[in-house]
């Protein structure tokens, strides 16, 4: 209904006056000048800042800015409430219609914010002669709605951040096995339609659990984000590098046309790993075994072709880890197996299903047994026989190796003590240890526990790898030392494998090298493996250390050795290792002959 002049005359009753005056949204009349002919009680107060409702009548928006303007005279960039009011008016006008505005501006020091419905108003003929208005304080409002878009932001940003966490490692920020099977599957799919090939490459860095125990957490977290680093940088923008925690890690490489170009893409990053990464004081040597499953022949399933590319890896890192391998369906049988051995080994130390066999080291010269390597074996109800190489690089990863090296230790020292006992004169038994024991505090409490007279020390030998030596030399010297002054005699594992420094080979408490069989593989007819031993042998001499040959399976590997003066001897050529039963016969015929 429009409002009509006369009708404001005619209703402005005491009733109306009461109303208005008691509301509190703003109310006015306007002519088309812009100019009030009626306000409200609310309008003075909260906007136009009139002592009561006679003052605004005859005058306009612009005057109320002004003097507003001027109260505020430090504000110059202040925009005053009445300076947006008159052109809203005018709209209304000529759209001759009631509207809805939102308008703000500076009242009293404040920004207002109202929301405003203006109409035309007309005399008795219906023709336009101005404006009713009703403005309704929103500030509060709009406070909430602009801070709900801020807290609104925030989550968004916050939600984000979470997202890429779930989807991306901690360490690295690189895509982690969720975002990485999702992408495969988007690569999967791309593949189907363009008709073309996906390289799944499953790698897992080789030793790098031995740096992370022998240097510290913060050594192999930088090693990581290095190799990272060193991978991405030798790939396409359009392959994804992922890391799956620990030492794994996956890539997704596009549009490969045969298993050549894989090989290369591989060879080349491997290549990339010869240079040593530089970590604080440490230089050290990081090689990786790589499994690789193709799309489409391998399979089309994204969860299967990552589990056929870690079986492949699996197999690479058995036949000698820092190579690559395709995967192949016999790798299937041997991952179950895997599977299975894993679960099998639990019970392996419950029901006493580890055994230790002893290989005899033997004085070539004299013929006769100086001493023992005790070597675990599991006997399986089912499979029967199992080898260390399968059974200790899964017992490293579950964490049980501790666990099962004291099964070891305590059986190879009863049994030893007993042969002592009985006047067997089995010489000293050799055990396989990694440094991270010789680091626990309650290690050496242990073996003392075993070991019912202190003599006995001198009668035992600790192996440790060279490898493991050498990554951290000064740190090894000191816990050696520690060894070596109880009376315990070391001996440097595979020696030759390793990148040992002479310098620190000197300071080293240690009393053995034991050659590696790689070297004594190929003596004497391979000329670099027998220079290679031969020097070995030598520097024992110059450092006062004893050496022993291992792997030694022929009369000509023997007799090399015997001319180069080596004459401790471990091999099939004299025993294959043995059960305590059958070492007791050997020692009752060889020892006491
Ligand atoms: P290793 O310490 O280098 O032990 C020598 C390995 O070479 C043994 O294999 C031994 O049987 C084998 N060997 C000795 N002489 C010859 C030979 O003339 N020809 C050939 N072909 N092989 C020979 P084994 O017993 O299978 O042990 C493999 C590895 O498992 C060991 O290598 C050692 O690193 C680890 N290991 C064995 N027992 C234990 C243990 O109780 N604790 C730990 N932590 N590791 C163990
Ligand atoms: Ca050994
Ligand atoms: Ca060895």
Redesign the pocket.
């Known amino acids: 209904m429009p409002y009509r002049l006369y009708d404001l005359k005619k209703h402005n009753s005491g009733l109306l006056d009461l109303l208005t005056e008691h509301l509190p949204d703003m109310l006015w009349v306007k002519d088309l000048n812009g100019k009030y002919l009626y306000v409200n009680k609310a309008i003075c107060d909260g906007l136009l800042m009139a002592n009561d409702t006679k003052e605004p009548l005859g005058k306009d928006d612009v005057f109320f800015a002004l003097r507003e303007r001027k109260k505020h005279s430090d504000k110059p960039n202040w925009h005053t409430f009445g300076e947006l009011c008159f052109n809203s008016d005018q709209v209304v006008i000529d759209n001759d219609k009631a509207m809805k505005f939102e308008e703000y501006g500076n009242v009293k020091g404040k920004l207002l914010h109202l929301e405003v419905y203006k109409a035309p108003f007309y005399d008795e003929n219906g023709k336009t002669i101005g404006t009713v208005g009703t403005g309704r304080d929103i500030t509060q409002l709009k406070n909430i709605q602009s801070n709900l878009e801020k807290s609104l932001e925030v989550l968004k940003i916050q939600s984000e951040q979470l997202e890429f966490q779930a989807n991306h490692d901690a360490l690295t920020s690189l895509p982690n096995r969720v975002l990485f099977i999702d992408r495969l599957n988007q690569s999967i799919k791309i593949s189907k339609r363009d008709k073309n090939s996906i390289a799944v490459l499953f790698i897992d860095l080789d030793n790098f659990k031995e740096i992370n125990d022998s240097l510290g957490h913060h050594v192999g977290d930088q090693i990581l984000i290095e190799v990272s680093k060193r991978m991405h940088s030798k790939m396409r923008l359009s392959d994804t590098l992922s890391r799956f925690g620990g030492d794994e890690f996956a890539i997704i490489l596009n549009q490969i046309d045969d298993n050549d170009n894989i090989a290369n893409i591989i060879v080349n990053g491997m290549k990339s790993f010869k240079e040593p990464f530089i970590i604080e004081e440490h230089t050290l040597h990081v090689s990786m075994s790589v499994g690789i499953s193709i799309y489409p022949y391998d399979s089309a399933d994204a969860n299967e072709l990552l589990k056929h590319a870690d079986a492949a890896m699996y197999k690479a890192k058995h036949s000698g880890k820092n190579r690559y391998s395709f995967y192949n369906e016999d790798m299937t049988k041997e991952a179950s197996k895997k599977v299975y051995i894993e679960t099998e080994l639990h019970k392996a130390f419950k029901n006493d299903e580890l055994l230790v ?1 002893y ?1 005899p080291q033997v004085d070539a010269i004299e013929d006769k047994i100086i001493g023992m ?4 074996r599991w006997e399986h109800p089912d499979m029967g026989f199992i ?3 399968e059974f ?1 690089p899964l017992a490293e990863n579950m964490g049980l ?1 501790v666990e ?2 004291k099964i ?1 230790i305590k059986k190879a020292i009863e049994q030893f003590q007993l042969w002592y006992k009985m006047g067997l004169n089995p010489g000293k038994l050799s ?4 440094i991270k024991h010789l680091e626990e505090e309650g290690f050496i409490k242990y073996i003392k526990s075993l070991v019912s007279d202190k003599s006995f020390f001198t009668k035992l030998e600790f ?1 440790i790898t060279e490898t493991q030596v050498m990554r951290n030399p000064t740190q090894s010297i000191n816990i050696l030392k520690d060894i070596h002054d109880l009376g315990i005699s070391v001996a440097i ?2 020696f030759g494998t390793g990148y040992s420094s002479l310098a620190y080979l000197k300071r080293l408490p240690i009393n053995k090298l034991k050659i590696d ?1 790689s070297f004594i593989d190929n003596i004497p007819n391979n000329p670099e493996d027998s220079a290679i031993a031969k020097t070995i042998i030598d520097l024992c001499r110059s450092l006062s250390l004893d050496v022993i040959a ?4 022929k009369e000509e590997q023997k007799e090399f050795l015997l001319n180069n003066k080596c004459h401790k001897i ?4 004299y025993s ?2 043995i059960s305590s039963q059958d070492m007791e016969i050997l020692l009752n015929t060889k020892n006491n002959s």
């Open positions: 066999y290989q390597e005790a070597l675990v080898y260390p190489d200790i190796i099962l090296d070891v055990l396989n240890l990694s192996e594992d595979d069989k291992e792997g030694v399976e471990q091999g099939y050529l294959k290792p």
